[in-house]
């Protein structure tokens, strides 16, 4: 069965982009190493190389809002990572947009993981943090929580978990890898135990 990872680049403080969806300096580890990710300008470290490109190459699955597939234009039918985008929307795909891309439409979160569950078959399932994200977490969905910490301080804008606002355990981090400019994290969600 897929495993559900909640994932993206955040700032120290816990943010994703600031109040007008501009992610600014968090993505500049992006752009500065030795090793070709494979796009345009995409260059890491090699010890970021080593950790991105096994979780870019075994995510089958991306699960993402509708907010952020309108400010993307959904990567015009080419998902970023992955084989499969399923949008968490109460609208439907726009009429004529890319009728080839493997691009699904879900009218809530459940619905949402359950289809990327069933589209990523062994890969797994990536949830774009932010107000989905949260919603996943908030529901039990989420298997494991992986962060992307850029050395930037935003104050305010779009927050990682969204608007969460429960309690949520962690495992203690299973992943821990000092890059350039970046610190992946990744981290189980604690289960309760009835």
Same mark, same amino acid.
């Given at each position: 069965m897929s495993k559900v990872v909640m994932q993206n680049v955040v700032? /120290? =403080? $816990?943010? &994703?982009a600031d109040k007008n969806d501009d992610p600014g300096p968090l993505f500049e580890w992006y752009a500065n190493g030795d090793v070709d990710l494979g796009g345009? *300008?995409?260059? /890491?470290? !090699?010890?970021s190389a080593a950790y991105v490109k096994p979780m870019w190459d075994g995510l $089958?699955?991306?699960? &993402? +809002?509708r907010h952020l597939f309108d400010l993307t234009n959904g990567w015009e039918g080419t998902p970023p990572a992955g084989r499969h985008v399923v949008v968490v929307s109460?609208?439907? !795909?726009? =009429? +004529?947009?890319?009728? %080839?891309?493997s691009y699904h439409f879900e009218g809530d979160v459940t619905r949402a993981i359950a289809k990327a569950k069933e589209l990523a078959g062994e890969d797994y399932v990536g949830?774009?943090? *932010? =107000?989905? +994200? *949260?919603q996943a977490l908030a529901l039990g969905l /989420? @298997? %494991?929580?992986?962060? @992307? /910490?850029?050395?930037v301080v935003f104050g305010s804008g779009k927050r990682y978990f969204g608007a969460v606002d429960a309690q949520h355990l962690l495992e203690d981090p299973h992943v821990? &890898?000092? *890059?350039d400019r970046v610190l992946h994290l990744a981290y189980r969600v604690r289960r309760q135990t009835t």
């Amino acid at each position: 069965m897929s495993k559900v990872v909640m994932q993206n680049v955040v700032s /120290v =403080d $816990g943010f &994703i982009a600031d109040k007008n969806d501009d992610p600014g300096p968090l993505f500049e580890w992006y752009a500065n190493g030795d090793v070709d990710l494979g796009g345009p *300008g995409l260059r /890491v470290s !090699k010890v970021s190389a080593a950790y991105v490109k096994p979780m870019w190459d075994g995510l $089958g699955t991306l699960v &993402i +809002g509708r907010h952020l597939f309108d400010l993307t234009n959904g990567w015009e039918g080419t998902p970023p990572a992955g084989r499969h985008v399923v949008v968490v929307s109460h609208r439907p !795909k726009p =009429d +004529g947009w890319h009728p %080839e891309a493997s691009y699904h439409f879900e009218g809530d979160v459940t619905r949402a993981i359950a289809k990327a569950k069933e589209l990523a078959g062994e890969d797994y399932v990536g949830v774009a943090a *932010g =107000d989905v +994200g *949260g919603q996943a977490l908030a529901l039990g969905l /989420v @298997d %494991e929580v992986a962060m @992307d /910490v850029a050395p930037v301080v935003f104050g305010s804008g779009k927050r990682y978990f969204g608007a969460v606002d429960a309690q949520h355990l962690l495992e203690d981090p299973h992943v821990v &890898i000092q *890059g350039d400019r970046v610190l992946h994290l990744a981290y189980r969600v604690r289960r309760q135990t009835t």
